[in-house]
């Protein structure tokens, strides 16, 4: 639309200093300017939303931001050499289509950095082909978050089992404590018995050694 601009501008002017009749041309000039800023307008919102929502990665919203950028640029030089009077030196085709200075060629000046991938293609057919790249970075997108997904469930159960496993030790350290009380305990009352035993043992002993003093002195 904007190299249809500056090309009926240059037409404009051809016929303004041949005596013509601009009128008819001004009038569609005065409505495709309009057109263009709207839709750079509409371009600006929706490149905003699809960078807030994260549909498009932040290089890519600064690269098609800075395409807007000299589109708007180009615009505001469009709309001034529209209004310009013809007695003023006409600026030439190539100045239209290149920007105030000149400096860069007139191949595609709206979009300046375009890619290989969409020169030459329609709006449709690019706008076709960026919504193929952005559905296919949503499905990138959604295969990571099942990844992520994936991996903080087996996380969730890693940590279950952890707990489950952290149970059973505290368990088994109960048990442990408690036969070690068990074994102390009859070790003590073994010691005690053993006491008993041998105590015992004495008495007996010292029986028998009497009744053998006694019976030697009966005799």
């Known amino acids: ?25 001004n009038m569609s000039l005065r409505a495709s ?6 839709n750079i307008a ?13 549909r498009i990665m932040q290089a890519e919203a600064n690269r098609r931001q800075t395409l807007v950028d000299d589109l708007a640029t180009r615009e505001a030089i469009l ?3 529209f209004k310009e009077d013809i007695s003023e030196a006409e600026p030439s085709r190539s100045c239209l289509m290149t920007g105030a200075n000149g400096s860069r060629p007139a191949g595609n000046p709206w979009l300046v950095n375009e890619s290989e991938q969409t020169r030459g293609l329609r709006f449709g057919e690019i706008k076709h082909q960026q919504q193929q790249i952005i559905e296919a970075q949503d499905a990138g997108l959604d295969a990571l978050a099942a990844v992520i997904s994936r991996q903080k469930q087996m996380g969730q159960e890693i940590g279950n089992e952890l707990e489950e496993q952290n149970e059973i030790i505290d368990d088994l350290a109960q048990l442990v404590d408690k036969t070690d009380g068990r074994i102390q305990n009859e070790t003590h009352r073994v010691k005690l018995l053993d006491t008993k035993s041998a105590t015992r043992g004495m008495q007996g002993m010292v029986v028998l050694l009497l009744v053998a003093i006694v019976v030697v002195a009966s005799w």
């Open 1 to 25: 639309m904007a190299r249809e601009i500056a090309e009926n501008i240059h037409e404009r002017n051809k016929q303004q200093r041949t005596g013509g009749n601009p009128a008819k041309l």
């Open 33 to 38: 300017l309009q057109k263009l800023k709207q």
């Open 42 to 54: 509409q371009l600006r919102e929706t490149l905003n939303l699809n960078s807030a929502q994260r």
């Open 79 to 81: 709309n001034t050499s």
